[in-house]
């Protein structure tokens, strides 16, 4: 199995970037479909975006245009670049592992291997 562990998160102002990092240890990320998830306080945990083992990439509306997924298979890592960050965009960041490889899963049920989290906070 994978052990997956997120960094990068941290305080950031309305219309600022941060990138998130999620390194992968155990087994190599090709052998899955990765994925973000967020969770504010008081909500459900919800799909951001993710890539498959291929490299196709599906974001949901909230943060298309914005955030950006990218896998670095020699550092057995995924990335979030979040870029015009909204107060709205505050939670805890989840990477995530799905066996479900030849697609993006949205459902975090079809997630298997997660992250403990990382928190961003957007100001305004």
């Known amino acids: 199995q994978v052990q997956l562990v997120e960094s990068g998160g941290g305080l950031v102002q309305d219309g600022g970037s941060l990138r998130l990092s999620c390194a992968a240890s155990?087994?190599?990320?090709?052998?899955?479909?990765m994925g973000w998830f967020r969770q504010a306080p008081g909500k459900e945990r919800e799909f951001v975006g993710g890539?498959?083992?291929?490299?196709?990439?599906y974001y949901a509306n909230s943060v298309k245009g914005r955030f950006t997924i990218s896998r670095d298979s020699a550092k057995n890592s995924v990335y979030l670049q979040m870029n015009s960050c909204k107060p709205e965009d505050t939670a805890t960041y989840y990477c995530?592992?799905?066996?479900?490889?030849?697609?993006?899963?949205?459902?975090?049920?079809?997630?298997?291997?997660w992250g403990q989290g990382t928190q961003v906070t957007v100001s305004s």
């Open positions: 890539s498959s083992w291929s490299g196709d990439t």
């Open positions: 995530a592992a799905s066996g479900l490889r030849l697609a993006v899963p949205q459902s975090r049920y079809e997630y298997a291997f």
């Open positions: 155990g087994r190599t990320i090709s052998s899955y479909a």
